[in-house]
């Protein structure tokens, strides 16, 4: 369904019922005068018009305690700023999930959490994911998340997909100079020193011709200069790379 274009009418059935989303920021997401527990109901009532308002305050008590939200009937009559940074987040998956949607947009969910925090919360969406049937399309730049989660991956730069392949292919059987680029900075046992990226992200109010990553990327050539490199496919990987045959998978 394309759903660019789409008047409000069309995307108001989409949101929140087919695809949800968790944010970034719980804290900013979350209405601060606003009880949890009817901020979940309110999102139930929005789209299952038949349901009570009691039925639906149970409902979302239900749903806190399915995210492992401890004495969820307690928890749903406070507000955000009594719970934790994790908690919260569970808060927007409860939210996320109460409509039982086809794709959830997890984007950067882990943000500002600790270690142990931060794999509660993907070992909930994992279990979303598998109990409910839920396709998750998890925004991130911790390649550490991106290995446990993902099945498959595309590496974006400027605002386009750079290469998209599984996961193992990713990690093993790059082709494209940016996404090794990332795989060289990220710490690695055995590994002595971290290997940055040089240079900066290009001005998008003053797009470069060409392929964006050229004037950071080690293999540029002229022609990276001209056409704006589409994918193609490279033995397992889509790459948008004008040298991605030259490039030899990663060992």
Do not use: W
């Amino acid at each position: 369904v394309e759903l660019v274009g789409a008047n409000q009418k069309a995307m108001r059935r989409v949101r929140g019922s087919e695809v949800a989303m968790i944010f970034q920021d719980p804290l900013s997401a979350l209405n601060p005068v606003h009880r949890v527990g009817a901020q979940v109901a309110e999102m139930i009532l929005a789209h299952q018009r038949g349901m009570s308002k009691d039925a639906a305050a149970q409902r979302a008590v239900e749903l806190l305690d399915l995210v492992g939200i401890p004495q969820p009937e307690q928890r749903a009559r406070q507000y955000a700023h009594e719970f934790s940074g994790g908690m919260r987040q569970r808060v927007m998956i409860a939210m996320a999930i109460a409509n039982n949607p086809k794709v959830l947009i997890a984007d950067e969910p882990t943000t500002a959490l600790d270690v142990t925090v931060q794999a509660q919360i993907l070992e909930v969406i994992d279990r979303i994911r598998k109990e409910m049937g839920t396709a998750v399309v998890l925004i991130t730049h911790d390649l550490g998340v991106v290995a446990r989660m993902a099945d498959r991956v595309q590496v974006m730069y400027a605002g386009r997909v750079v290469e998209r392949s599984d996961v193992h292919n990713i990690f093993h059987e790059s082709r494209h100079p940016y996404t090794r680029g990332l795989l060289g900075s990220q710490p690695t046992l055995g590994r002595e020193r971290l290997t940055p990226i040089p240079g900066a992200p290009p001005n998008m109010l003053q797009p470069p011709s060409g392929c964006a990553f050229r004037a950071r990327c080690v293999h540029a050539a002229p022609e990276c200069a001209g056409d704006l490199p589409e994918l193609v496919q490279v033995g397992l990987t889509e790459s948008a790379c004008v040298r991605a045959h030259e490039l030899e998978a990663l060992v």
